[in-house]
């Protein structure tokens, strides 16, 4: 019994409290006293039993759902949490690690370490340089508070902006471009418009020469034009690697097929040897079509007549430069071959080691720089190999479907 209780007994004795008032008293006193043990009781349950699993365990699933790379890092910069889109793009995957060793840029690092200064929230633009270059918009900000010190502290999202960016470059490219090549071939058309107008109006043979030479040069632009729009999508999508498996040997075959007569014209073959049991890669099939049109069109041009144009592919267990395996394919022609000087510039837009050859051959100058980039997107990479008087090798290199790749891994990149 209390001391207050002590007292309210004593005075009830006394007959200075009435009975009923100190029984009313006693109850409010007990009631008190059960509630306050109750509380003390709570509190020190909640001190001993630790944080929940529910409490204290990131929300994977919520961060798998989100369309940009997110990373969640503790006090100590470690890695807590990644999304998938993390792992693909940035190759960070790895929980526990120091963010430095998944992520080595020195902005992100900067970014990390403000917010863990104090400041709320850092927003600015990075651009990380492999596999292939992309512009990112990265978000640091600060977490609520955890109970768990070893708990998410910090948000890292990148949202990629690369698309943008490659739109808005290739779109400058694309006007100067076009407006330095289709001078040319406008100032031609515009000299021969005004001669049929005026001197040559009644000359039926000047005519038909120069209807003859406009139309070549309308068509050129025309190509011009094609290929500069072909560059610009190709350019804007290089940051994105292609995920279809595509059978290269089907590809060549298809391609071979639609080039053989007009080869044939020149008196010239095509030979494909290709083993029956290559990989399949990863690629976009329509722009490898397109990268292997360009290579075996550009020996059909060039080469000599009546020679032979072979196209060798290869399963390789070792790619150059690399561990990874893949597919080599070789095309070979026997033409004049190309002066070792011009041969790191072949791949430039716009570039002819020959340019009066090239124009008459109706070339644009820009196949190769097409083909430099498909083969990058699709981590490859493009060999050039030749020796004036006996003809050059164009190899296309390319991982195979089963080789393990992550966003952070690529192979190096060659002209």
Do not use: C, W
Not at 2 to 18: N, R, W
Not at 238 to 250: A, W
Not at 391 to 414: N, W, Y
């Amino acid at each position: 019994m209390g001391p207050a209780l002590l007292l309210l007994a004593a005075l009830t004795a006394a007959g200075l409290v009435d009975l009923r008032a100190a029984a009313a008293l006693a109850l409010v006193q007990a009631a008190g006293v059960a509630l306050l043990a109750r509380n003390r009781r709570r509190e020190q349950a909640a001190a001993a039993t630790p944080p929940t699993e529910t409490a204290a365990t990131v929300p994977q699933d919520f961060l798998e759902r989100l369309p940009d790379p997110v990373i969640l890092l503790n006090g100590a910069r470690e890695i807590v949490a990644v999304n998938r889109i993390a792992r693909d793009v940035l190759g960070v995957g790895l929980l526990g690690r120091d963010l430095a060793l998944s992520l080595r840029h020195p902005d992100v690092l900067a970014a990390v370490e403000t917010v863990l200064s104090g400041l709320p929230s850092v927003t600015e633009e990075i651009t990380l340089p492999v596999p292939m270059p992309r512009t990112f918009t990265l978000h640091a900000g600060e977490l609520p508070p955890s109970a768990d010190p070893r708990g998410p502290r910090i948000a890292l999202v990148l949202r990629d902006e690369t698309r943008a960016k490659r739109a808005e470059q290739s779109r400058a490219d694309f006007v100067a471009n076009a407006t330095h090549e289709l001078r040319s071939p406008l100032s031609a058309l515009i000299g021969f418009i005004e001669t049929l107008r005026g001197p040559a109006s009644d000359d039926a043979l000047a005519r038909e020469r120069f209807l003859g030479v406009m139309q070549a040069e309308a068509r050129r632009m025309a190509r011009l034009v094609e290929d500069l729009m072909s560059l610009s999508r190709v350019e804007i999508n290089e940051h994105v690697p292609p995920r279809e498996r595509i059978e290269v040997d089907e590809v060549l075959a298809a391609v071979v097929d639609t080039l053989a007569v007009r080869a044939a014209q020149r008196g010239m073959t095509i030979r494909l040897d290709a083993p029956n049991d290559l990989p399949e890669v990863v690629g976009d099939r329509d722009q490898l079509t397109q990268v292997f049109h360009n290579l075996i069109d550009n020996a059909v041009k060039y080469a000599r007549p009546d020679t032979t144009i072979l196209v060798t592919v290869l399963a390789m267990q070792r790619l150059p430069a690399t561990q990874a395996a893949g597919v080599s394919v070789a095309v070979t022609d026997e033409g004049d071959g190309i002066e070792s000087i011009h041969i790191p510039r072949l791949t430039e837009r716009f570039y002819r080691a020959d340019e009066g050859r090239s124009r008459r051959m109706g070339g644009t100058g820009l196949g190769l720089a097409i083909v430099k980039h498909i083969v990058n997107r699709h981590r490859g990479r493009l060999s050039i190999e030749s020796k004036v008087g006996v003809g050059s090798t164009f190899t296309v290199f390319l991982p195979s479907a089963s080789t393990p790749r992550s966003g952070g891994e690529g192979l190096p990149q060659s002209r």
